[in-house]
């Protein structure tokens, strides 16, 4: 069982960064793949990125890619997500998940443990 907490959302202007931060309970983080997703008002949750347990392997979705960077500390069982160069349409709840699985997937449904989720607002 894992329980995640995610934390630093905010109001910030286009163009500026935010860094999410998930901490996990539980036993056994450093086996888990973690991912974040988010879902916008009115559109359906959508991945945003997940790194492997080591953390040498990361898959981003094309709309963030060069621009949000995710990483891990085993040792603090938190997960990251460094957001640089913000844009509106970034507007949305942010949510952490973990898979017990190895393998790096985009789909929710491969996950099984959520976060509460966080906001993130980018104002033009």
């Known amino acids: 069982q894992v329980q995640l907490v995610e934390s630093g959302g905010g109001l910030v202007q286009a163009g500026g960064s935010l860094r999410l931060a998930c901490a996990a309970s539980g036993r056994s983080f450093s086996a888990y793949t973690m991912g974040w997703f988010r879902q916008a008002p009115g559109k359906e949750r959508e991945f945003v990125t997940s790194i492997s347990w080591s953390g040498l392997t990361t898959n981003y979705a094309d709309s963030v890619k060069g621009r949000f960077l995710i990483s891990r500390d085993n040792a603090k069982n938190t997960v990251y997500l460094q957001m640089n160069s913000l844009k509106p349409e970034d507007t949305a709840v942010y949510y952490c998940?973990?898979?017990?699985?190895?393998?790096?997937?985009?789909?929710?449904?491969?996950?099984?443990?959520w976060g509460q989720g966080t906001q993130v607002t980018v104002s033009s």
């Open positions: 998940a973990a898979r017990s699985l190895s393998r790096i997937v985009t789909s929710g449904n491969e996950y099984e443990y």
